[in-house]
């Protein structure tokens, strides 16, 4: 079987994995500004984040960047709960660039995305490492690995997006204050990963 085909399912069901639940709050809460209409926008903003774990989920395969497991397992849920207290500052970011505080918003908003990945791929790279085992050759595994990431990143998305139509259109729940919960509860999430995870 060709490598990629291998480890392509291996990629989608660790994104998806509810055991690895940590990457998913983050996909919600990159999601939770966001509606339908604004799909371009999260396709960007997943996009950033996939280069950011792109680059440090090779590195670390390749063994060029150390990883603390410790350390990674840490910031991970930091990673969420900041990108939630973005959410409850930013709620009118999923709505027409009328203003150049929204675009500066909006742009640091892919930057953190693809920052936080980075941190996310040393998380990835855990798994991906284990089962390489001692692979000669790892780009193939590692190009399958990192495109089953990103098909299971968009399902997250869409899972997400639907929620939030299901929420804000069908139950007419207006989308601050369904932002506001969504993003509480992940945040909630996020803090007691974050306190079973305290490293000082």
């Known amino acids: 079987m060709n490598e990629i085909q291998l480890y392509f399912p291996l990629g989608l069901e660790h994104i998806l994995d509810p055991k690895g639940y940590d990457h998913i709050l983050f996909v919600i809460a990159l999601c939770a500004v966001y509606q339908w209409a604004s799909w371009k926008r999260i396709v960007w903003l997943v996009t950033a984040f996939t280069l950011g774990h792109s680059v440090t989920l090779a590195l670390a395969t390749y063994k060029i960047v150390p990883i603390h497991s410790d350390i990674v397992e840490f910031l991970i849920p930091v990673t969420i709960f900041l990108t939630c207290i973005f959410n409850f500052f930013n709620q009118s970011i999923d709505k027409p660039l009328r203003t150049d505080n929204r675009q500066n918003a909006i742009a640091l908003r892919y930057v953190l995305a693809a920052g936080f990945g980075l941190i996310h791929g040393l998380g990835f790279s855990n798994y991906l490492s284990s089962l390489l085992g001692k692979e000669s050759n790892i780009t193939l595994p590692l190009l399958g690995f990192n495109v089953g990431l990103e098909i299971g990143q968009f399902v997250i998305v869409i899972i997400t997006l639907l929620l939030n ?36």
Do not use: C, H, P
Request: charged share 15%; aromatic share 14%; glycine share 6%.
């Open 165 to 200: 139509y299901l929420i804000v259109k069908i139950l007419q729940v207006k989308f601050r204050e369904w932002n506001l919960i969504l993003s509480g509860m992940v945040a909630g999430v996020a803090l007691t990963l974050i306190a079973d995870k305290w490293i000082f």
